[in-house]
C-alpha cells in the first residue's frame, strides 16, 4: 500500500510541532510507521535552506527570489525523503508544507497564487497531500506562544529562528486570513481546527479527522 501524506499547517505558535507528535505517536501504537518532518527543511540540503529563511539573520530576500528558495527545499524533500518513504508504504506528517508559500509568501508578501502554483507544478506537478490540517488561532495569541517557546528553548538554533515572527503583528493577521481562504479553496483536502482549545482537545479532534478519512479502527484508537 502507498503511505499516506498529511501536512499540518497554520500561523507560528497554533500548536502545529506539538500535534504531530501526538499524532504519529498515535500511529505507530496501532502499528502505522508515521514519518515526522517539517518546512523548510526534512533533509540536510533542505535545512541549509531553512535557515536562510528562519533565522534572524538569514536575509532580506526579494518575495520570488524566497519563493524559489522554498520550493528548492521542497522539491529536495520530497525527492529524498516524503516519496521515498510513502514508496514504502510509510506515512508522512509534515510541520507545513506548499501551503504555507501559499500563504506566507502568495499572500502575505503579495506574490500572488499563480506564480506559487507554477512553481508547485514544475516540482511536484499534480502531486498533493492526502489530508491539510489547518491549526487557526487569533494572530497574537500565536505570536505569543511561539516567541515564548523560543525563549525557553535550550537549542541555540531555535532561539533565533523568528525571521517570520519580526515580520509584525499585522503581516501574521494577515496570515491566518491566507490560511483560512487556503482551506476555502481546498475544501476537499483540508480541515480547519480551532488551536485555541486545550492540547488533549484538538488532539482528539484530528484523531477524529484522521480516523474518519483513512477508515482507522476507532477500537483499535482508543486501546492503542
Ligand atoms: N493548545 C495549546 N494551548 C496552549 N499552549 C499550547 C497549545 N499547543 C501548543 N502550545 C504551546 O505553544 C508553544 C508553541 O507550540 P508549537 O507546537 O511549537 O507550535 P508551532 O509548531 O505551531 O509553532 C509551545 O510552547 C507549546 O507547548
Ligand atoms: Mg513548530
Not at 66 to 78: G, P, T
Not at 192 to 211: K, P, T, W
Request: hydrophobic share 40%.
Amino acid at each position: 500500500m502507498q503511505g499516506k501524506f498529511i501536512s499540518l499547517e497554520g500561523g507560528e505558535g497554533t500548536g502545529k510541532t506539538t500535534q504531530i507528535e501526538l499524532l504519529s505517536n498515535k500511529l505507530k501504537e496501532i502499528g502505522i510507521n508515521a514519518t515526522t518532518t517539517r518546512e523548510p527543511g526534512g533533509t540536510i540540503e533542505a535545512e541549509k535552506i531553512r535557515n536562510l529563511l528562519v533565522q534572524r539573520d538569514g536575509g532580506n530576500w526579494d518575495p520570488l527570489s524566497e519563493a524559489l528558495l522554498l520550493f528548492a527545499a521542497r522539491r529536495e524533500h520530497l525527492v529524498k525523503l516524503i516519496w521515498p518513504e510513502m514508496e514504502k508504504g510509510n506515512w508522512v506528517i509534515t510541520d507545513r508544507f506548499a501551503d504555507s508559500s501559499r500563504v506566507f509568501q502568495g499572500y502575505g508578501m503579495d506574490l500572488g497564487q499563480e506564480i506559487i502554483n507554477r512553481l508547485y507544478r514544475l516540482i511536484a506537478e499534480d502531486f498533493c497531500p492526502d489530508l491539510t490540517i489547518v491549526l487557526d488561532i487569533d494572530a497574537e495569541i500565536g505570536l505569543r506562544r511561539s516567541n515564548k517557546h523560543m525563549q525557553d528553548s535550550n537549542d541555540e538554533l531555535e532561539n533565533t529562528e523568528d525571521r517570520y515572527e519580526l515580520m509584525g503583528l499585522e503581516f501574521h493577521k494577515k496570515l491566518r486570513d491566507g490560511f483560512l481562504k487556503i482551506a476555502e479553496l481546498y475544501p476537499r483536502r483540508c480541515i480547519v481546527i480551532n488551536a485555541e482549545q486545550s492540547i488533549e482537545e484538538i488532539h482528539a479532534e484530528i484523531m477524529a479527522v484522521v480516523s474518519k478519512k483513512f477508515g482507522l479502527d476507532e477500537q483499535e484508537l482508543a486501546n492503542g
